[in-house]
């Protein structure tokens, strides 16, 4: 009896899964463009409840869906979405041929910087601007201080080292990435861009304004990332040698596999130069001698559909030597120098992909910096000073993606770091551990308009916790027309040098100390005799706090037509806390003392406007014309003496100042082209930067009439020759009005000239 009833039971759920099963159907079919080619990786939701992703041949199966109707919405990178009404029969399955519209911007490349997600340029919501591998090429940039040179926005400045400044702020407040990850190494807060080759490049993006909601600090000002070329042939192996003025050298090797589970690449680069001297009067180059070696590379491997693994290395190491010149009470002798730089990195990485709506990446970060510095006297060969500089950055980030529906996307994270640093220079140096999270959220409200918004918290050891929120929006009514808007917050952490710096130059003779070393340093300092005047109070010296910022962009795109394209955006940063450098003391020798402090506020703001052209009657011609006013100013705070009802009274006022070393206009025109019947590749850029204040020589804190530095133009240009396919020579000339000047422009040492040969061996 027990047994029939089980069975009569099983007997009934057998008959009502058959019924219910036979009212269900699905959907299959092929995801081709409108020329006929096959689309992989589409993404197809039906009303958000089934999902599925195209395979290598374009095609799709859903199955297990209730009779009914239905909305299916097919979307991929690069083109048009596209949203169809169907209809679910329980007797048959339904066959769809899905074909997808190109985007009329089918060039715009997919970004990662701005969202921490693959989106297309013309879908964020932030100001971003890409270099390609195409315009690096045809520029013959082999540094990346060279490419970013040319771009609207942004002046390379010469300060301990080649850095960038972006929206009117120093160099140490852009963070610098290569594959989303940070290079360290910085002197006097500068990265030096000349470390870096950009040979194995695939792009490079840059967003300005705060970042510090998705990087963190270092990212006030914005974040330059460095994508390097993964490779997408089976096998291709190419070289590169240059040679040109003051005997430069440059040479490089970029080798790359595919198949369809492992993919490797090797990158090498060598450069050497004789440097160069814009002085004669000094013993010590304007640019010394110098070498330096990159190999970086990387391996990945997919495991399965859902886990691949990855693994990304590099190093680097410079040697520089020159001679220079001590002066002292009783004469001078003559020194020989030797610095030494090595940069390594490796940053293993896990990606697990769960169905088509879920992606986590594990990735860790292992860097370390170290440099050397020593001056021997030329006629003994004794060590005359010796300085070495160690910093280590390690770090592990756990970040999840969810693509709940086409139309909303989330980003979470969290991760560890510690940073730390052995140097004779500094006093005291504890480790730097912090600790992150951060989230976003992109909301697509429609075809038309989007919403981002996202936050950053940070925990550190050495200052208080930091967060830092974003909110940005899109908004295109039209395929002409595209509106950007975004806010957002970032901060800047002190770092080593401004906490536990205890330096003193051994050749001209003037001390700079961190806040923390700052009393101790003086009171050693006044004890041997050195101090002539103080400034300041040491009991009134406060911690000094990390700085913020809040930012405002607004930006539209227009597009007038094929081959056109005008870009606007408008920027407005407040900042607080602004840690600056303060003269506090005078020593004996005539030389100052300097610490760290949060002395003011600033703000800069101003315009970017940028015109690309491709003339329909010369489509071979591409035209690129920038133009950025910038208004940077920070408030200072001055004395004077009044008299109020006859009595004399000392009266603060305060009030906003230009900054120095910030150009109020500066322009770049682009001009490429293709003179195909001869297979020849041209180009011609021209960069304006407007007058600057430099210097201030009289220590008022104002930009006087004599401490303008000119305005200055220079031009650069190319001209290539492919020869059968494989070889592609090129000669370029750079500075042509050959502009000099050792004061304001120490780096640039005239007209140069090179040939350059490039060879596809596979």
Known sequence: MILFKNFLIGSIFFVLSSAALAQSGGVNGRILSESGDTIVDAHIYLSDTKWAISDEHGTFEITGIPSGNYILKVSRIGFHDKSLEVSIDSQSALELEVLLTEKT??????????????????????????????????SGSRRLSDILDEQIGMNVVNDHGTGIQVQGFDPDYTLILVDNQPIIGRTAGTLDLT?????????????KGPSSALWGSDALAGVINIITDKGSKPFSWDINSRYGSNATLDGSSNLSFKTDRLSGRVFTNYLQSDGFDLDEATIAPTIPEYQNFTLSGGINYRMNKSISLGINSRFYQEDQTYANEILEQNGSFLVDGDDTQQDYSISPEVKITIGSRQLFDVTTFLSRFKSESSLNRQESGENYSFSSFDQTLNRLEVKSSTFWTDDHT?????????????????????????????????????????LTSGYRFDIHSEYKSQFSPKFSGLYKPNEILHLRGSLGGGFKAPDFRQLFLNFTNPVAGYSVFGSSTLAEGLQTLDENGEISELY?????????????????????????????????????????????TERIALKTNGQSVFSYFNLSKIYTQGAELELKVTPSFLENLDINIGYQYLDARRQIT??????????????????????????????????????SRWDLETSLRLQYRGKYGFADFNSNRLIDENEYAEAHTIVNATIAKMIAKRFKLQVGVNNITNYQNSIYLPSNPGITFYTQLNINIY
Do not use: C
Not at 195 to 200: D, E, H, Q, S, V
Not at 419 to 440: C, K, M, N, R, W
């Open 638 to 675: 001055q004395t004077f003496d009044d008299v109020v009802d006859g009595e004399v009274i000392t009266v603060s006022e305060q009030k906003y100042v230009s900054m120095f070393n910030r150009s109020k206009n500066t322009w770049n025109v682009k001009l490429f082209y293709l003179l």
């Open 105 to 138: 911007y089918k060039d715009s490349p997919v970004v990662v910087t701005a969202s921490r997600t693959e989106k297309e340029l013309e879908d964020v919501s932030v100001p971003v601007t890409v270099i390609s591998k195409k315009e690096i090429e045809r």
């Open 195 to 207: 470390r870096l080759a950009i040979g194995n490049v695939q792009q490079i993006e840059m967003v």
């Open 536 to 580: 300041i109070n040491t009991n009134e010296v406060a911690e000094i706090k990390a700085e913020h910022s809040f930012s405002y962009n607004l930006g539209f795109d227009i597009f007038p037509g094929d081959g056109v394209q005008f870009k606007v955006n408008a920027f407005r940063n407040n900042v607080q806390d602004l840690i600056e």
């Open 410 to 450: 989330t980003i979470m994270g969290a991760g560890v770091s510690r940073e730390d640093l052995t140097a004779e220079i500094y006093a005291d140096v504890p480790f730097f551990d912090s600790y992150f999270t951060f989230g976003q959220h992109e909301w697509a409200l429609s075809e038309k308009l989007s």
